[in-house]
């Protein structure tokens, strides 16, 4: 499975960005999560959902401000980032657990997914 993120860029604080996670094929795919990394800082969890149930979950610093979801159709994530901070900014990477895969790991783990996408850039200025 592959996965391709994009929609990252340059945005103001107070405003909006949506990020896409296109996958090659969800026939496998357990979940998606969304991590991001800023210079200097490990890779931290964001959000994920399962791709059959479309639970999702997310880190308490985005709770309210993002909303993840799934589009079956296009095979595709998506990660709506609303009142975007500066500390928001950051390489923002997607990631999938494989039914076959790493189910059993806790999702907030970048050791829970099995493939990753090349990340996207976010820059949030104050």
């Known amino acids: 499975v592959q996965l391709q993120a994009s929609g990252g860029g340059l945005v103001q604080a107070g405003g909006s960005l949506r990020l896409s996670c296109a996958a090659s094929e969800t026939s496998s795919i357990y979940r998606v999560g969304w991590f991001r990394q800023a210079p200097g800082k490990e890779r931290e969890f964001v959000a994920a959902i399962t791709w059959y149930g479309g639970r999702p979950y997310y880190a308490d610093s985005v709770t309210g401000r993002f909303t993840i979801s799934r589009d079956n159709a296009k095979n595709t994530v998506y990660l709506q980032m609303d009142s975007l901070k500066p500390e928001d900014t950051a390489v923002y990477y997607c990631?999938?657990?494989?039914?076959?895969?790493?189910?059993?790991?806790?999702?907030?783990?970048?050791?829970?997914?099995?493939?990753w996408g090349r990340g996207t850039q976010v820059t949030v200025s104050s």
């Open positions: 990631a999938g657990t494989l039914i076959r895969g790493r189910v059993s790991y806790p999702y907030t783990l970048p050791g829970a997914y099995d493939n």
